[in-house]
């Protein structure tokens, strides 16, 4: 059973930065999809970034593009994902959670499926 824990969240003004991370182990096949999630209050979680652990591939919405990166260190079954989260927006503020799933690296770049394995999530505040 993998197990994730985040870290990192907190509050910072408009324009801040913050660098979440996950902390994994028990990664015990040789990739991983793994992907940082937010969610709103009363909405369902939606996908911000994720990267494959075999390649380094990366995909990110749309929204944080160009100010979010994603990056992971997996080392046999022990790892951590990074979230770097830069020229942060009030409409930032949410829980991130962090996920990871034993899926082929072509899966990593869709939000359509839900991954297996999730932490408890970590709270992040942009106040304007």
């Known amino acids: 059973q993998v197990q994730l824990r985040e870290s990192g969240g907190g509050s910072v003004q408009a324009g801040g930065t913050l660098r979440l991370s996950c902390a994994a182990s028990?990664?015990?096949?040789?990739?991983?999809?793994m992907g940082w999630f937010r969610q709103y209050p009363g909405k369902e979680r939606e996908g911000v970034a994720a990267i494959y652990t075999g390649d380094n591939s990366t995909a990110y919405d749309d929204s944080v593009q160009g100010r979010f990166t994603i990056s992971q260190d997996k080392d046999n079954a022990k790892g951590t994902l990074y979230l770097q989260m830069n020229s942060l927006k009030p409409e930032d503020t949410a829980m991130y959670y962090c996920?990871?799933?034993?899926?082929?690296?072509?899966?990593?770049?869709?939000?359509?499926?839900?991954?297996?394995?999730w932490g408890q999530g970590t709270q992040v505040t942009v106040s304007s």
């Open positions: 028990r990664l015990t096949y040789s990739g991983y999809c």
């Open positions: 996920a990871a799933d034993p899926r082929p690296a072509q899966w990593c770049g869709s939000w359509s499926w839900k991954y297996g394995y």
